[in-house]
């Protein structure tokens, strides 16, 4: 499986910007998907899930409300819309996919395919 995530770039304080996951290697809908961000000198974090069906989603806290993940399998690539974004939603941005896709996992180990990452800066 291969992931391969774009999309990123400069953006400022309350801009959109969306980024996409494309997906290839293995039937999308049969892959649970998740993305994840990183700044210098932290862990990796967890921002959203979504199932392989598409109808279960789940965020993180820190993004609720304004980011929404979707997917779209006959495409297959999965998204990851971010409104009103803020500078600390600065970092390199990372699609993941697992194979339990009935399920929604939140944790770096529980994936195992990753793709590049996409840098995404918000300037205030």
């Known amino acids: 499986v291969q992931l391969q995530a774009s999309g990123g770039g400069l953006v400022q304080a309350g801009d959109s910007l969306r980024l996409s996951c494309e997906v290839s290697?293995?039937?999308?809908?049969?892959?649970?998907i998740g993305w994840f961000r990183q700044t210098p000198g932290k862990e990796r974090e967890f921002i959203a899930c979504?199932?392989?069906?598409?109808?279960?989603?789940y965020y993180a806290d820190s993004v609720k409300g304004r980011f929404t993940i979707s997917r779209d399998n006959a495409e297959n690539a999965v998204y990851l819309q971010m409104n009103s974004l803020k500078p600390e939603d600065t970092a390199v941005y990372y699609c993941a996919a697992h194979a339990k896709s009935w399920l929604l996992l939140t944790t770096i180990n529980d994936y195992d395919y990753w793709g590049q990452g996409t840098l995404v800066t918000v300037s205030s």
């Open positions: 290697g293995r039937t999308l809908s049969r892959l649970g």
């Open positions: 979504i199932s392989g069906g598409g109808t279960s989603r």
